[in-house]
């Protein structure tokens, strides 16, 4: 054992008390108390060392920390980290109207989740199947919150220890292995708002048996229950309207626009955009822009559940293109989910069983299940959401929502058509939007699983350490619709009779009683998808003294990983043909699989006294991308007993994960964007074809670190860490802004990824995964703590913080893009970095806390600078003001075994800051990944040990 220095003791004595809302445990360690003097295992390492010898930075969230914290979920939990960038990542209340089934995902440095590496007690778990949205991600919220011991997070990659694709760097949750009793926690937790909405329920179980020195054995299992209720833009007056003049107007779907004239009736037997759209030679054809609404010429948006829209139509052609035609829009903010309604239950285990003194045989489980119920808005349908329905080929009926001349309410349209000069439009039959409201609201039922069986063992030989295990891994999603959902072909099929005379500018969607009973018998409800992504594995490696030299021991680990990794989708028959409306085109079926194994070695050598290297390289081989090597090399320096310098030095490679080459290529309804060409027509969707891409090339990547930790006084140590990452041919799925601002400004590659109809408007994109280019990002962490004995107590301050330098990304046409600070660039199109987030150009955290017998309080600043997000609609720059939010967090642990807590997040209610987001996100007013839209969320927890 090592004798502890100065530095060593003020650094465990700061973290003894550390507070997760400023980051955790100082990062130069990675162990909180006594037991951290012995040799153990640290992350971002193969060696067993004493915590105060490694030369990474590493952050550790205890289960103190935790407690502390007021966290209620892992996704919680994980947002508080300074190095976690909203860009890149993924969180539930991102969801609404995306296809991600409850996916949350962790993104060190704003790289992205697909290169954060997530373990489990130091083990992979499978990636998470979700489909087209899926990639080389874990769902963090299927390790229950419950059953972590403490989290430590590497920040500064290695792929030469757990894979040559942890370039962000690496997320290990340990859990919970040493435990005695059995212990019972209840929390209960809820909005102090009007409107109520996403209360939160949870039941906890740790139990202990077993003493692993007197009895040879020892099991710890944990259970979680958890319940989450939802919350809609209704219930928030921030978040309750898409529109907020002059700074942004939504653009959806609405009731009753004339889309154009349809001349062949029963003629068209596939979608035909060529055929079927506006140009010179048919100049009332159907246009994504439209020919007005006849509600909106009356003056009664509102009498079809609709808002006035400003902006034109005709802006893109034929026959006069400076012509106006007043339009409706349908608001999507009251609908929109802000917080899924969330169930969860799970629970882990961990057996130990002492063959002798130096080896033993383990196994642990960990199994949960996510279920989310979704709510969102009615059902758009119009002519472009057809394509890729297979149904009607051949069928005679129309890929489109008609109106006859011979229905009576034909004539709604031709007093409206010759009002506004276009009566040459009306005796033809007319293609209609419609916003189905008598199917109800969407609602999906997703359900993701996760487990993971580990069997191993592990001891001593001689002077050599072993731990070899067999790692089993599924993920598995479920994706449901049990609400607001019908059959394209079945809708159309009833509503182009000529016979069935349905009103599409009935109040509120009403029709009469015969045609709504016909529109409910084409509902669908039922299965969307069943995916599975698996992985297999064996992990063994063996660790050492080989030699001494005068200023130490050398000490070598090597090591052998070989896994076997699948993902396989199966989509249900409706889906199959992309007949279930709102849910996109046809899905087809994936099966992909591929092999991978490794061989490592790490060694570290004192080089003289205070001074060691470390090596680390790694040799990967991938089925379907070759052979790699990669390194991790890095040095620690303590001239003194109140100084430690590090630095470190690595390459990385990962290669593009079976979902993203494999994910079927679907027909999708883009998200919102405005086209430069044509501004005046607001916000439009168009058809969008996204998933994977088999031509993906890998990401290769070079990193380096520096880092300085004082310990003037064994009161205060401050740390500072510069950290440099650069990643070649980064993998990114473009947003439909990004692709038509690109095409726009004529920048090279983009042309390929739009289809453009005569009149010049944009009526597709492509939005499948590509590598980009490149990524190099700079930045330090700042970790500053301060403990003291105070008024028969014990006094806590802690400020932890990321500066971000820069993010500059070189995108497909060889530009940089300068990031930090900004979702869009410098003319207002977004960045190619941020299609979930952006890069704060500084996140802190602020705590200050106090502790004397059973008492202990904690105050949490959670604070972020200002940003620029996406121009307003006179075309002004604007900027997200900085926000500071408090968190206070009270315990009492007097009696017996029993200890009660009271927290208060966001405890001055602070509204969210104005944001004007960039397509990124179907909430409209306030950033989903900077806020909480609960607003001040007041909890109290209990748990009793026996």
């Not at 809820?190 to 003493?211: H, M, Y």
């Not at 799970?346 to 279920?371: I, P, V, W």
């Not at 005569?758 to 994109?765: D, F, L």
Request: with cysteine.
């Amino acid at each position: 054992m090592m004798k502890e220095n100065s530095l060593s003791y003020a650094i465990r004595l700061a973290c003894a008390g550390g507070l997760l809302a400023a980051g955790a445990c100082a990062p130069a360690f990675a162990q909180q108390n006594e037991a951290a003097m012995q040799r153990v295992e640290i992350t971002g390492s193969s060696l067993r060392r004493t915590a105060n010898e490694t030369a990474l930075p590493v952050t550790v969230l205890s289960r103190a920390d935790i407690d502390k914290s007021g966290v209620q979920t892992t996704e919680e939990l994980l947002g508080q980290i300074n190095s976690v960038s909203s860009a890149g990542g993924q969180v539930n209340g991102g969801q609404s109207g995306l296809t991600t089934y409850g996916k949350s995902a962790v993104s060190l440095r704003g790289l992205g989740s697909d290169k954060t590496l997530v373990l489990v007690n130091g083990r992979r778990l499978a990636n998470f199947a979700g489909g087209a949205s899926s990639g080389a991600d874990v769902n963090v919220n299927a390790i229950p919150l419950s059953a972590i011991e403490r989290v430590e997070v590497l920040q500064d990659g290695a792929s030469g220890v757990y894979g040559s694709d942890a370039i962000a760097g690496v997320v290990n949750f340990i859990l919970r292995k040493e435990f005695k009793g059995i212990e019972i926690s209840g929390l209960h937790g809820r909005p102090t708002r009007s409107g109520g909405g996403a209360r939160q329920n949870k039941l906890g179980l740790v139990a202990g048996f077993g003493d692993y020195e007197a009895d040879r054995f020892s099991v710890v299992v944990s259970g979680a229950i958890e319940r989450e209720g939802n919350l809609l833009g209704a219930q928030r007056d921030f978040a309750n309207s898409d529109t907020h003049l002059p700074y942004f107007e939504g653009g959806a779907t609405e009731t009753g626009r004339i889309e154009g004239t349809w001349d062949f009736p029963g003629g068209a037997t596939e979608f035909d955009a060529g055929t079927n759209a506006r140009s010179a030679t048919n100049p009332y054809g159907v246009s994504g822009t439209g020919y007005g609404n006849p509600m909106a010429a009356q003056g009664k948006c509102g009498d079809i559940g609709m808002i006035a829209r400003s902006g034109k139509g005709f802006s893109a052609g034929a026959p006069d293109d400076t012509q106006t035609t007043p339009n409706c829009t349908f608001d999507t903010g009251p609908f929109v989910s802000l917080v899924p309604n969330r169930k969860f239950k799970g629970g882990t285990t961990l057996l130990r069983f002492k063959l002798n003194d130096q080896n033993e045989m383990y196994a642990s489980g960990l199994y949960s299940k996510n279920e989310f119920v979704n709510p969102i808005q009615p059902a758009p349908l119009r002519q472009a959401f057809y394509a890729g329905n297979t149904l009607f080929t051949g069928s005679g009926v129309d890929p489109v929502l008609l109106i006859y001349p011979s229905n009576p309410n034909y004539q709604i349209a031709a007093n409206y058509l010759n009002s506004v000069g276009l009566g040459a439009m009306v005796g033809h039959p007319l293609a209609v939007s419609q916003r189905t409201f008598l199917l109800g609201q969407r609602t999906t039922r997703d359900i993701a699983k996760q487990q993971q069986i580990i069997l191993g063992g592990k001891g001593t030989v001689g002077n050599l350490n072993y731990d070899v295990a067999y790692i089993h891994n599924i993920s598995k999603t479920e994706g449901n619709v049990i609400d607001g959902f019908a059959s394209i072909f079945g809708l159309s099929k009833v509503l182009n009779d000529p016979a069935v005379h349905w009103n599409p500018w009935a109040p509120l969607g009403q029709q009469s009683p015969e045609v709504a009973k016909l529109i409910a018998g084409t509902k669908y409800a039922g299965p969307t998808i069943a995916a599975k992504s698996r992985n297999e594995g064996i992990d063994a490696k063996v660790d050492g003294t080989v030699m001494t030299l005068p200023a130490g021991d050398v000490a070598l680990a090597v090591g052998l990983q070989a896994r076997d990794e699948s993902f396989d989708l199966l989509p249900a028959p409706a889906t199959l043909t992309g007949d279930v409306i709102g849910l996109g085109g046809a899905i087809t079926e994936v099966h992909a699989k591929r092999s991978v194994w490794a061989l490592f070695a790490e060694t570290e050598v004192p080089l003289a006294k205070g001074l060691s290297g470390n090596l680390a390289v790694r040799r990967d081989s991938y089925s379907d991308f070759g052979k790699t090597t990669n390194y991790k090399a890095s040095m620690r320096y303590q001239p003194m007993e109140s100084v430690l310098a590090r630095a470190s030095v690595g390459t990385g490679f990962r290669a593009p994960s079976l979902t993203a080459l494999y994910a079927p290529q679907q027909v999708n309804t883009s998200e919102q964007f405005t086209d430069p060409k044509f501004p005046n027509n607001g916000q439009i969707q168009v058809t969008s074809i996204s998933g994977g891409n088999p031509e993906l090339k890998p990401e290769e990547s070079d990193q380096y670190s520096i880092g300085i930790v004082l310990a003037p006084t064994k009161s205060f140590t401050a740390s500072f860490d510069f950290y440099s990452i650069k990643v070649d041919g980064l993998i990114a799925a473009p947003s439909a802004q990004q692709i038509v601002s690109g095409y726009r400004r004529g920048a090279a590659g983009f042309e390929q990824l739009v289809e453009v109809l005569p009149g010049g408007e944009i009526s597709k994109v492509y939005q499948f995964n590509a590598n980009v280019n490149s990524v190099k990002t700079q930045g330090v962490d700042i970790d500053l703590r301060y403990k003291e004995n105070l008024l028969g107590g014990k006094f806590m301050a802690n400020l932890n913080g990321t500066w971000v330098r820069k993010y500059d990304l070189v995108n497909t046409d060889g530009e940089i893009e300068d990031s930090v600070g900004t979702i869009v660039r410098p003319d207002g199109s977004p960045l190619v970095a941020s299609p979930t987030g952006v890069i704060l150009k500084w996140k802190h955290n602020l705590s200050v806390g106090y502790q004397s017998g059973p008492w202990t309080a904690t105050l949490t600043q959670r604070y972020y600078k200002g940003y620029r997000d996406a121009n307003d609609l006179d075309g002004n720059a604007h900027h997200v003001k900085g926000q500071a939010l408090y968190d206070l967090v009270g315990s009492w642990a007097g009696w017996r075994s029993i200890k009660l807590s009271l927290g208060v997040r966001n405890l001055f209610d602070k509204n969210p800051p104005l944001f004007i987001h960039n397509g990124s996100q179907f909430q409209s007013g306030y950033d989903v990944y900077q806020y909480d839209p609960r607003g001040r969320f007041v909890y109290v927890n209990a748990s009793y040990k026996f």
